[in-house]
């Protein structure tokens, strides 16, 4: 069927609807369990408002949704196919010598668009109010309400300053002095060989990272055969930005995705580990089909010609306990993927492709029976 077709848009549009109805109600259940459980944790806290909490719990919900969305997704087709099969329109649109597949096709066309646009419109705003929820975080834990520094306990970061030469970087402190500036104390740059032989080393007071440079302040420069080399003031050049250090603080989740190519390339190429934001933007990327074989899981629970077979129990217990299983198994094999046991790309695709094989299996054998 062609999802341009009335009958194309009118089963699109029913789908859409859905989902925005149960993202709504879902939307308000765990907003109040997040409203609860922080007023909970601040029940002996004078110094935090109402309005603090309510703003911690609206910037952390759309970490919570990112996780439940296959299941809204799923809700939303099983739904739709359940009011289409009770009004016996699906018996209509079949009479009409129209597959099973002709059917779903433009049901799947549409939960795919709202897939790439969660990818590509909604996760990057959800990644900036989850930086800003672990901002708030930070804050409620250090009853701090200024708070913005990264790491008490020291800073650390490794870049490739050429095919030949790295730098470790180590600093006792680092906070934020504004949006594109960051302060450290005490800082230590070991510039290394790729035989990790030590080839200078830099030992500044202060510095401030700035737009592609740290600018040191009150620094001794230490290289083999010469002598100590003392400076009031060095521009020393870097590829870093705030945004990357800040990136070595926060989880994947709160990186955009437009973002996470760069960040894996940069990590890449300066020797770090990338794969929990490899797993992080395949997972993004294998989402939308993601949402397409939870929503083939619906149809094989609720696309039926009556509902007399065990009726809205069957679809209810039926739908929901596959949900589970998926997503059980989803992050079983994604944590599989986290410890290197499994490849990323593998760890990603396979729930997807079991669940969509399985469930295209089951309605080939519907079609036929």
């Known amino acids: ?46 110094d935090v408002t109402f309005w ?30 359940w009011r289409v099969s009770k009004t016996n329109e699906f018996v209509v649109i079949r ?17 795919f668009a709202l897939g790439v646009l969660n990818i590509t419109v909604m996760n990057p705003i959800a990644a900036k109010m989850y930086e800003i929820y672990e901002t708030l975080d930070y804050r409620f834990d250090t009853r701090n309400p200024n708070a913005v520094l990264f790491s008490d306990k020291g800073l650390w970061t490794r870049e490739a300053l050429d095919e030949d030469t790295f730098q470790v970087m180590q600093a006792k402190s680092a906070r934020q002095e504004n949006d594109d500036s960051l302060f450290l ?9 790729r035989k990790s032989q030590p080839e200078r080393r830099i030992e500044a007071f202060v510095a401030t990272l700035n737009d592609g440079y740290f600018d040191l302040k009150d620094l001794k420069i230490y290289a083999a055969g010469k002598p100590v080399e003392t400076l009031s003031s060095l521009k020393y050049k870097t590829a870093l930005t705030v945004d990357r250090i800040k990136e070595n603080f926060v989880e994947p989740d709160a990186i955009s995705f437009w973002d996470l190519p760069g ?23 294998a989402s939308p089909f993601l949402l397409c074989s939870m929503v083939l899981v619906a149809a094989v629970f609720a696309l039926r010609p009556n509902n007399r077979r065990g009726g809205v129990m069957f679809l209810i217990v039926g739908g929901i306990s596959t949900g589970f299983v998926v997503y059980f198994l989803s ?24 669940a969509t094989l399985v469930s295209v299996s089951l309605l080939l054998h519907l079609e036929d029976g």
């Open 263 to 285: 960040t894996i390339s940069f990590y890449e190429h300066s020797g770090f580990s990338a794969l929990k934001h490899k797993l992080r933007y395949y997972s993004l990327l």
């Open 1 to 46: 069927m062609n999802p341009k077709s009335i009958l194309g848009r009118y089963l699109a549009k029913q789908i859409i609807y859905n989902f925005i109805a149960v993202l709504l109600m879902v939307l308000g259940v765990v907003l109040l369990f997040e409203v609860v459980e922080l007023l909970r944790k601040a029940s002996n806290r004078e």
């Open 95 to 111: 009479a009409a010598g129209v597959s099973i597949w002709g059917f779903l096709t433009p049901v799947l066309f549409a939960v």
């Open 52 to 81: 603090f909490i309510m703003e911690m719990a609206l910037t952390k919900m759309p970490r919570t949704l990112d996780m439940v969305f296959p299941f809204v997704m799923m809700i939303a087709a099983m739904v739709t196919f």
């Open 185 to 193: 104390r005490d800082v230590s740059i070991l510039e290394m060989n």
């Open 331 to 354: 992050q079983l094999i994604y944590a599989f993927g986290l410890n290197g046991d499994i490849p990323g790309v593998l760890a990603v695709w396979t729930p997807t492709l079991i």
